[in-house]
C-alpha cells in the first residue's frame, strides 16, 4: 500500500495535483492524506510557544480547516468512487515544512504530490517557494504538478543525469514504481562537456542499466549544450510526460536550483517534475 501526503491550500492549483495523484495512483491501494497547515497572520512568540487552545484562537481556525478538509474528500468522492483509495484528514497548526518534514517521518510517507505555481506569476519563475523549500529539506519524493497541467499517462520519462553518483537501488525505485504502472519508457540523458566518461561515471551508467533492466529505457548523450537547454530540446523532441532528477548533495540538480536564486531555472516546465532524495 502507498502512503500519499497531499498538501492543499484549497486553491484550484492544489485540487489539480489531488486529481493528478488520484489519478496516476488509480489502480494501487493508497492511504492519502489531505494536509493543510495554518497559524494566524499576527502572533507573538509567546503563541507559538504555549498550547494555542489557551488562547481560544487556534479552535475556531481549525474548525474551519476541517470543514474544508471534509469538502474537499467529498468532492473527491463523488468524482472518483475509487475503493482502491482512503483518506485521512490533517489540520495542523504549524508552517507547511516543518509539518511536512515530521509528518513525512512519522508516517514513512512514499510521495508528496503538490501544486506548483511561480511566485507573482512571473514566467520565469518556474517553482513557488513553498515547492522548492520542499524539494530542498523534506526527505521524500516529491511530485510537482504545474499549474492547470491536465493528467496525461507517463508514457515518455526524462531522467537527467552526471553519473556523478553511485546509484543505490532506494534512490530509483520511486521512479520504477511509477513507471512499472504504465508502458513507460525512461530516457536517460547526459549532458557531455568533451570528456570520456571516467571509469567511475561508467560504473554508475552501468548500475542504472541494471536497475532499468525490467524498464523499457535508453541512454542518450547530448553534446554542445548546457543542461537546461539540453532538458528544454529534449522536450520539444519527445512527448515528454514526467521529468525526474535525484537530489544529492553537490549534485547537478543542486547546483541547478540552489546556488543562484532559490527559485528561478533557465528552463520553463510545463510537466510534473519528480524530485527524488539521495537515500546516500
Known amino acids: 500500500m502507498k502512503k500519499i501526503l497531499l498538501p492543499t491550500d484549497f486553491s484550484n492549483n492544489s485540487w489539480n495535483a489531488i486529481e493528478y495523484a488520484l489519478k496516476l495512483f488509480k489502480d494501487e491501494v493508497c492511504t492519502f492524506y489531505l494536509l493543510h ?8 512568540v509567546e503563541y507559538v ?14 474548525e474551519e480547516v476541517i470543514s474544508h478538509l471534509k469538502d474537499v474528500e467529498k468532492k473527491i468522492k463523488k468524482k472518483f468512487k475509487n475503493p482502491n483509495h482512503k483518506f485521512e484528514r490533517i489540520a495542523a497548526f504549524n508552517t507547511l515544512i516543518l509539518e511536512i518534514q515530521s509528518f ?6 512514499d510521495y508528496i504530490v503538490m501544486g506548483t505555481k511561480g511566485a507573482s506569476g512571473l514566467q520565469e519563475v518556474l517553482f513557488g517557494s513553498n515547492t522548492v523549500h520542499v524539494f530542498k529539506n523534506v526527505k521524500c519524493p516529491v511530485l510537482a504538478i504545474p499549474d492547470g497541467f491536465d493528467f496525461e499517462i507517463p508514457r515518455e520519462v526524462l531522467f537527467p543525469t552526471d553519473y556523478e553518483m553511485q546509484y543505490q537501488e532506494d534512490d530509483v525505485k520511486p521512479l520504477i514504481d511509477i513507471v512499472s504502472l504504465y508502458n513507460t519508457r525512461v530516457n536517460i540523458m547526459n549532458v557531455s562537456y568533451g570528456y570520456e566518461l571516467s571509469e ?7 548500475l ?26 529534449f522536450q520539444l523532441r519527445a512527448k515528454i510526460n514526467l521529468l525526474v532528477m535525484i537530489n544529492n548533495k553537490h549534485s547537478f540538480f543542486e547546483n541547478l536550483f540552489f546556488k543562484s536564486k532559490i527559485n528561478h ?9 519528480l524530485v527524488i532524495p539521495a537515500r546516500t
Do not use: C
Open 208 to 233: 542504472l542499466e541494471k536497475y532499468f533492466g525490467e524498464i523499457a529505457h535508453l541512454f542518450h548523450s547530448i553534446s554542445n549544450q548546457d543542461v537546461p537547454e539540453a532538458i528544454n530540446n
Open 265 to 273: 531555472i533557465g528552463f520553463h516546465l510545463n510537466v510534473p517534475f
Open 104 to 109: 513525512v517521518e512519522e508516517n514513512e510517507i
Open 49 to 62: 510557544l504555549i498550547n494555542p487552545s489557551q488562547f481560544g484562537l487556534g479552535d475556531s481556525i481549525r
Open 37 to 44: 497547515t495554518y497559524t494566524p497572520a499576527v502572533y507573538h
Open 200 to 206: 567511475a561515471q561508467e560504473s554508475n551508467k552501468a
